[in-house]
Nanobody, 123 residues
């Protein structure tokens, strides 16, 4: 059974940094895709960053150059720098379905989700 638990959310000033962590279990094949998503009130959930084989990555245009996704043995990270108020959202860690072997950011390609952690950026 796959389990995902996020931590590290909180509040930051614009221009500041936060690091999110996601401890996962039951998902030991690094060739599977893992990703970070976010959802702001009244908006659809969007893919922020994804990673496969701990090295192949993809990023949403809105976070390129500011966010970095990385993966350890049982932990997924999202380093968020130069934060903006529009980054405010609930952030979710997710594990891809078995057939997804590329860094997808499509919600439909992910079958396992964490409970989410809130990130609030003030101006």
């Amino acid at each position: 059974q796959v389990q995902l638990v996020e931590s590290g959310g909180g509040s930051a000033q614009a221009g500041g940094s936060l690091r999110l962590s996601c401890a996962f279990s039951g998902y030991t094949d690094s060739t599977y895709c893992m990703g970070w998503f976010r959802q702001a009130p009244g908006k659809d959930r969007e893919g922020v960053a994804a990673i496969v084989s701990a090295s192949s990555t993809s990023y949403a245009d809105s976070v390129k150059g500011r966010f970095t996704i990385s993966q350890g043995a049982n932990t997924l990270y999202l380093q968020m720098n130069s934060l903006k108020p529009e980054d405010t959202a609930t952030y979710y860690c997710a594990a891809g379905r078995g057939y997804v072997r590329w860094p997808s950011r499509e919600v439909a390609d992910f079958g396992y989700w964490g409970q989410g952690t809130q990130v609030t950026v003030s101006s």
